[in-house]
């Protein structure tokens, strides 16, 4: 952890991921923290165990290593504090379950993660809790859906695999005014390249399976929260007994250290390999927020310092199309997940959908930009496109 003079001096991206969450010097000058394996934690008598008056209790409320990755990610989110969960999608679960009671309603926006929504069709809705989705578009207008009993507004930006942009800062005002919490699936962008709590949201929620990680061989969820609601969401975690080991949360935070010029290399990737693709024949549309073409762009520009290496291709034809294309790359694998330094790729299915992404006018294809090189993956597509091309 780099000592600052004081908690406002502004460090570079790069720099605060370097050094954040771990300071060397508390631990004889090494640079990395201690893994701690832990379940049983001792107490020195009989009078601090019985008054728990120490840090350290048990290891499924904290150890030092994963505290250091809590207190990395705050720094990044700017948040309260943060908890972290065993996966993405837990990140998503836990709070919603900590913020929902029987009979209350929740807005889930219609072009959430496709498990997000499935938790929410069966879990949620068994519990006694109200679903509505809404439209990503729907902006200031969140108003006019908003009920009495309107908990919490979810929302994601860019939308799960359709990539629309939404106008977070109009979405959080008329929930805060309607006393509603708003959480954020904000996997895509990171903190790095957008600031949830700074644009209004209450619960920013990570993969950090994705970009933190980076490898592709870590399962884990971050889920920060700011002063208001960072209690409740404590003590749902600790309720549901939720955790992870030392040795994921110190892959995490090493993968934290080189994800500033990672995510710095996907973007460009994705970016330049969107722009070229909008020339190529069969490409029906290219789902990418960064491109002056994309009907989100102006608010992308306006509240985003950045993208990720995740958008879509719309391909014309439909399932057999799609197979050729994906049974032609080389390089991209074909997997689910993305964040990792390998490019992957998967035909997206949007058939759940309530109101969003039924309008494309052929296959959506998931693309996953790597660190390979850019003409390598470039050259694969063409393979793939013309594949596709050729049915």
Request: include cysteine; charged fraction near 20%.
């Amino acid at each position: 952890m780099v000592k600052q003079a004081g908690s406002e001096t502004k460090l570079g991206i790069n720099t605060r991921l370097a050094h954040g969450g771990y300071d060397p010097r508390d631990y004889h000058g090494f640079v990395n923290p201690p893994v701690v394996h832990a379940s049983t934690v001792l107490f020195p008598d009989a009078q601090t165990m019985a008054g728990h008056k120490q840090k350290y209790t048990y290891a499924t409320h904290g150890t030092p290593t994963t505290d250091a990755l809590c207190r990395a990610i705050d720094e990044l989110e700017g948040s309260a504090g943060t908890v972290l969960v065993p996966s993405g999608l837990a990140a998503v679960t836990v709070p919603l379950l900590a913020f929902l009671s029987p009979g209350d309603h929740l807005l889930m926006v219609d072009s959430c993660y496709g498990n997000t929504r499935h938790f929410c069709n069966t879990m949620l809705r068994r519990l006694g809790i109200e679903v509505d989705y809404y439209d990503p578009l729907v902006g200031a207008g969140i108003e006019r859906l908003i009920k009495p009993n309107t908990r919490v507004i979810f929302t994601e930006s860019p939308g799960s695999n359709t990539f629309e942009i939404q106008d977070i800062p109009a979405v959080a005002e008329k929930a805060h005014a309607a006393d509603a919490i708003v959480m954020m699936d904000n996997t895509w962008a990171t903190p790095i390249y957008f600031k949830a709590l700074a644009y209004g949201v209450d619960i920013s929620i990570h993969a950090a399976t994705k970009y933190p990680a980076g490898h592709s061989d870590i399962l884990m969820g971050t889920i920060s929260a700011n002063e208001k609601c960072f209690r409740t969401l404590d003590a749902a975690h600790s309720a549901l007994g939720l955790c992870v080991s030392g040795d994921d949360a110190y892959q995490v935070l090493r993968g934290l250290r080189t994800m500033g010029v990672r995510m710095e290399r996907h973007g460009e990737n994705a970016l330049k390999i969107a722009q070229w693709l909008e020339t190529q024949e069969g490409v029906i549309e290219v789902l990418h927020p960064g491109l002056e073409s994309h009907a989100g762009h102006s608010l992308f520009k306006r509240d985003f310092c950045g993208a990720g290496g995740v958008f879509s291709v719309v391909i014309g034809g439909g399932t057999e199309q799609a197979h050729a294309f994906l049974n032609a790359l080389r390089i991209f694998g074909l997997g689910y997940s993305w964040g990792g330094y390998e490019s992957l790729a998967v035909h997206v299915q949007l058939a759940a959908r309530e109101i969003t992404g039924k309008n494309h006018a052929g296959a959506v294809i998931r693309l996953q930009i790597g660190l390979e090189d850019k003409k390598d993956l470039i050259a694969d597509i063409q393979n793939g496109l013309a594949a596709a091309n050729a049915i």
